[in-house]
């Protein structure tokens, strides 16, 4: 009996052992376990500075198009209205014997488009132009009017320095050729500022 006895009590501590072993190890490992994560309220202004809440920037182009595959977008009607302002306010000159203005643009014929690849803007044009002149000229001790149009063939973007005027009257009947030779070589004087007038409209193309 006494030996029954002392076995049932020596089972009894190994359990006892056993379980306070555990349950100190438990208190251990929580205690030297990480915190657990605190949710946190988005800030939105910080959330709208970095751009849908990441460091990243903002994509270009629409909303339907967030990664900036490819989007194209027609910017002719704008660039028509534009091109027609700027060489429209183009005013007149003055050569050694006459002068002659700008009324308007009578023919402004292409395209304008803004595409995005890749998240990246590339904007581009096409443009045929025809500008309507009316001048005076002193010829042989006579002042002739002389009316007609500064064409301008094809051209695109980043092709201005190429640019190129070509005049026709509307009626040459009274001018003879070497009086011809020299109005087409004063008319030819607007083409500098026609280029001026059109690298302001790439550079707010190149804005939009």
């Not at 376990?33 to 809440?53: I, S």
């Not at 990441?54 to 660039?79: D, F, H, I, M, Y």
Request: proline share 5%; hydrophobic share 35%.
């Amino acid at each position: 009996m006494e030996e029954t006895a002392t076995a049932t009590a020596a089972a009894a501590g190994v359990a006892g052992e056993k379980t306070s072993s555990y349950r100190y190890w438990v208190r251990e490992a929580t205690g030297d376990a990480a915190p657990l994560p605190v949710p946190r309220k988005l800030d939105p202004a910080a959330a709208a500075a970095n751009g849908n809440g990441n460091a990243n920037p903002p994509p270009l182009g629409s909303v339907w198009n967030q990664a900036g595959t490819w989007e194209e977008k027609n910017l002719s009607s704008w660039a028509n209205s534009r091109i027609k302002d700027l060489l429209g306010s183009l005013g007149s000159l003055e050569f050694p014997s006459g002068k002659a203005s700008i009324d308007e643009v009578s023919k402004c014929s292409g395209d304008a488009f803004l595409v995005t690849v890749r998240n990246k803007k590339r904007v581009g044009y096409n443009y045929e132009l025809s500008l309507k002149f009316r001048g005076e000229w002193l010829i042989k001790e006579e002042n002739k009017k002389v009316k007609g149009h500064l064409d301008i063939p094809e051209f695109s973007f980043g092709e201005l320095e190429d640019l190129e005027v070509q005049v026709r009257f509307s009626d040459d009947k009274n001018l003879a050729s070497e009086d011809k030779t020299q109005i087409r070589k004063d008319l030819k004087s607007f083409l500098t500022p026609i280029q001026e007038k059109l690298r302001v409209f790439e550079e707010e193309l190149k804005g939009r």
